[in-house]
């Protein structure tokens, strides 16, 4: 029930100054009432009216949650100097507001608000003092008129803080004229979200500025399943669904974003494609630096045979013929991909070409995208492997800059390596590709190594595929597996998916079984009764390691299921364990959590002995799982520990940015490796459920693969070769630029 209150915000116990965040004690009608909100200009002193509800915390006991609040003018030389003496004004203390109000009197309220010039007759004030704190109050009241005039439009404190300090006295224009700005210029505003601000002020549904927005934001929701581009039609049509504005509007508005240079329009052989002005350009210039990185380094081929074999010998590898082929390759070009399935000795080439640079005394760096791939790249070589972002120097934006990504290696400042491989190529987008490119010079070798038949990285693009498919570069693709690895079902298996065979399901294997259900509480009983009592002795590893793995995200076996069910078995309620409620979720001490979404300036540490920081950086990424250590009621703070021991600090406000990860989509597990992995498997979209999919999720394993569900969906999906497919054109722009440096030399 909303209620009402009214009184001095008494005490300021404590504030967020990033997120806002606040703690305060107001005193009204004969007692003192705790609240809590998020705000960014209320101040000690100040006469509040505030809307909200009475909750019952369990610790701090009742307090009233502030929804909305507007500030009320002093009424009178008491009330004045209360808020004078407060500290809400810089300079003023409750000595010097007592003599402001000696002096003015029952003017004290006029002349703070119309003249405060004046405060200067007052002694201990300079002229230019007065004109300071004029200054301070000026501020206060026009940001308190601007929330009140954001309020009017359902615009909540939180966001109405960001767009005045975004815009400033320049807001009221913004709203009126092109509320839409604020998807482009504000984090956290959507389009949806600035289209019912614009519904509410009153734009008109085919407001040029409307639908300019809401083609940018197709593309941009476009963007986030994957593609970099969207075929001319296929964007109308989309972009219709959401703006219900007529086609030939719609590609009149979508010309304009093309002179406008938000958009691009490229005639390509498939048909007409429309990029957002960025991805056009970013995919152009990585196909210009992958060219640029291609030279050839001169050997005499014989002696680099010997040399290969050498390396062979003193290493005690044994190598076939397309791996000394790849360390062939690697050695005589600047630019080489190596690609194959689980078990086809990709470790062993990587450890070869190791050794061989190594010889030749050149200075090698080691990449991954995640930082668990990057920790398996290091077990496997013996060499110290980063993540991609590490290795960039991924740091926080320059003074002035609110969000983006800023990389301190970059064209200005060049990583000074020989050689740098990177591992898990197939995760890798536009984005990252693109910033990796513009770190390395001309003469450096690159040298990536993926699956290419893994699923494609998460954010726009497919760049490894793309690389490959353009035909341009030298690619060694290892397919023999091992006979190592040949003892392995979980890679036998992973093959005979990949190749479309059938699997054998009698379970006479040590590492590959299939438990037949056709319920879906059987299946999660059986799922519940793996992680507690047969996997963790079975494979020795602590249930939190053991991962279940889904095609889906809806569904009784989806994410958003599974994951309060396995919450409630393996880590239930305690009285020691603190808890946090945050929309639909509840998080508990001691969960399992997932970043969903890049976030380029959350900081993290690492503690040490007395949980003093040894180390400290930037960045925390999509798909990292890390354990919540700390539930801060108080500070508003949820802390989380991610791999290598990382702790993050999240305020209430960012919980949007996490979710449980006792369940993750199989997209989500990408780059990762757990001890054993057990995937639920009832039925699903005929889209989803495919082979794809279904390989990704088995080569996740190290030592297990338990599959619960049916067998004739699992023989459906390997029989499935369609994949979701994304818009990318990056072997396009690399075939372009061959073809454009053979006109000109021609010419």
Same mark, same amino acid.
């Given at each position: ?15 967020n100054?990033?997120?806002g965040? %606040? ?15 998020t705000f960014?200009?209320? $101040? ?19 307090q009233f ?13 008491a009330?004045m ?20 109000v ?8 006029q ?22 704190i004029?200054?301070q109050?000026e501020?206060?009241?026009?940001m ?17 803080a960001?767009?005045?300090?975004q ?9 009126r004229?092109n ?7 504000i984090?956290?505003v ?7 601000i ?10 040029g #500025?409307?639908?300019?927005s ?7 929701l ?8 969207l ?29 406008e240079?938000r ?5 390509m052989?498939a ?14 210039? %990585?196909?210009?630096?992958?060219r ?10 014989k002696?680099?045979?010997r ?7 003193? $290493? ?17 070009h ?7 399935g ?13 050794r ?22 290091t077990?496997?070589?013996?060499w ?16 002035g ?10 064209v200005?400042n060049?990583?000074?390596a ?7 190529m197939?995760?890798?987008d ?8 513009s770190?390395?010079?001309?003469? %450096? ?6 699956d ?5 990285s998460?954010g ?27 003892q392995?079902?979980?890679?036998v298996n992973?093959h005979?998916? !990949? ?57 009784v076996?989806g ?5 309060p069910f396995?919450?409630?078995y ?13 929309g ?14 890049n ?22 990424? !999509?798909?990292?799982?890390?354990r ?13 520990e ?7 600090? #999240? ?24 001890p054993?992995v ?5 039925t699903g ?9 279904l ?5 996740r ?6 599959i ?8 459906q999906?390997?029989? !499935?070769?369609?994949?979701s497919g ?5 072997d ?9 440096e ?6």
């Amino acid at each position: 029930m909303v209620e009402t209150i009214s009184g001095l915000v008494e005490h300021i116990i404590f504030r967020n100054e990033d997120t806002g965040y %606040t703690v305060l004690v107001l005193s009204g009608e004969g007692q003192e009432i705790t609240c809590v909100g998020t705000f960014q200009y209320m $101040n000690q002193g100040e006469e509040i009216e505030a809307r909200g509800h009475y909750k019952e915390h369990p610790v701090y006991g009742y307090q009233f949650q502030i929804e909305s609040f507007q500030t009320k003018v002093p009424e009178d030389a008491a009330a004045m100097e209360r808020y004078l003496g407060s500290g809400a004004i810089k300079g003023i203390g409750a000595a010097l507001a007592a003599r402001i109000v000696k002096h003015f009197g029952e003017e004290t309220i006029q002349v703070v608000e119309e003249q405060p010039e004046r405060l200067s007759e007052v002694k201990g004030i300079s002229e230019r003092m007065a004109w300071e704190i004029a200054q301070q109050i000026e501020e206060k009241s026009d940001m308190r008129k601007a929330m009140i005039f954001l309020q009017k439009y359902g615009i909540s404190l939180n966001l109405g803080a960001k767009i005045y300090q975004q815009y400033g006295q320049g807001l009221y224009q913004i709203l009126r004229e092109n509320p839409y700005q604020l998807a482009e210029d504000i984090a956290g505003v959507g389009f949806k979200s600035a289209d019912e601000i614009a519904g509410r002020i009153g734009i008109r549904p085919d407001s040029g #500025y409307r639908i300019k927005s809401g083609l940018i934001y197709t593309l941009v929701l476009a963007t986030g399943q994957g593609h970099s581009y969207l075929p001319k039609q296929e964007l109308l049509q989309r972009a219709f669904g959401i703006l219900q504005v007529e086609e030939d509007i719609l590609e009149k508005y979508l010309m304009e974003l093309a002179i406008e240079r938000r958009a691009v329009i490229k005639e390509m052989n498939a048909g007409v494609a429309v990029y957002g002005g960025q991805l056009y350009h970013l995919e152009l210039d %990585t196909a210009r630096m992958l060219r640029e990185l291609n030279v050839h380094f001169s050997q005499n081929l014989k002696q680099l045979d010997r040399q290969i074999r050498r390396v062979e010998q003193t $290493n005690h590898m044994q190598l076939d013929e397309r791996q000394r082929e790849a360390v062939r390759e690697a050695a005589l070009h600047g630019l080489f991909i190596l690609t194959g399935g689980p078990g086809t000795g990709k470790t062993t080439t990587i450890n070869a070409m190791l050794r061989y640079f190594e010889e030749e005394d050149l200075e090698i760096r080691l990449a991954a995208p995640t930082g668990r791939a990057a920790n398996r790249m290091t077990e496997a070589t013996g060499w110290e492997a980063q993540t991609i972002h590490r290795l960039l120097e991924l740091s926080s934006m320059p003074e002035g800059v609110s969000s983006g990504i800023h990389f301190e290696r970059n064209v200005q400042n060049p990583l000074e390596a020989d050689v740098i491989i990177i591992d898990e190529m197939s995760m890798v987008d536009i984005y990252l590709m693109h910033a990796l490119l513009s770190a390395l010079s001309v003469g %450096t070798r690159l040298i990536l190594v993926g699956d290419v038949d893994q699923l494609p990285s998460v954010g726009p693009g497919n760049v490894l595929r793309d690389i490959i498919a353009s035909r341009l570069f030298p690619v060694v693709e290892l397919k023999r597996i091992f006979r190592q690895a040949s003892q392995s079902d979980i890679v036998v298996n992973a093959h005979k998916i !990949n190749w479309g065979e059938q699997v054998e399901l009698s379970n006479k294997s040590r590492d590959f079984f299939f438990l037949e259900r056709q319920e879906a509480i059987l299946v999660l009983r059986v799922v519940i009764a793996l992680i507690q009592e047969k996997l963790p002795k079975y494979i020795q590893a602590n249930p939190m390691e053991i991962q279940v793995l889904t095609p889906m995200r809806k569904g009784v076996l989806g994410v958003e299921q599974l994951n309060p069910f396995l919450q409630r078995y393996l880590n239930p309620p305690h009285p020691d364990k603190k808890e946090k409620e945050y929309g639909h979720t509840l998080y508990r001490q001691g969960d399992k959590v997932m970043q969903i979404k890049n976030n380029y300036q959350l900081e993290w540490e690492i503690r040490g002995e007395y949980g003093i920081a040894v180390d400290n950086g930037v960045g925390v990424f !999509n798909g990292d799982i890390g354990r919540v250590r700390e539930i801060n009621e108080f500070a508003g703070i949820m802390t989380v520990e991610f791999d290598e021991g990382k702790y993050v600090d #999240y305020s209430f406000k960012q919980l949007d940015e996490l979710e449980l990860a006792y369940a993750v989509t199989i997209h989500k597990s990408q780059g990762s490796e757990y001890p054993a992995v057990i995937l639920p498997l009832l039925t699903g979209p005929q889209m989803l459920m495919n082979r794809n999919l279904l390989y990704t999720a088995v080569t996740r394993a190290k030592k297990c693969v338990a599959i619960v569900g049916s067998v004739k969906t699992f023989q459906q999906m390997i029989e !499935n070769k369609r994949e979701s497919g994304r818009y990318s054109a990056l072997d396009v722009r690399i075939r372009e630029l061959e073809e454009l440096e053979r006109s000109e030399k021609d010419f």
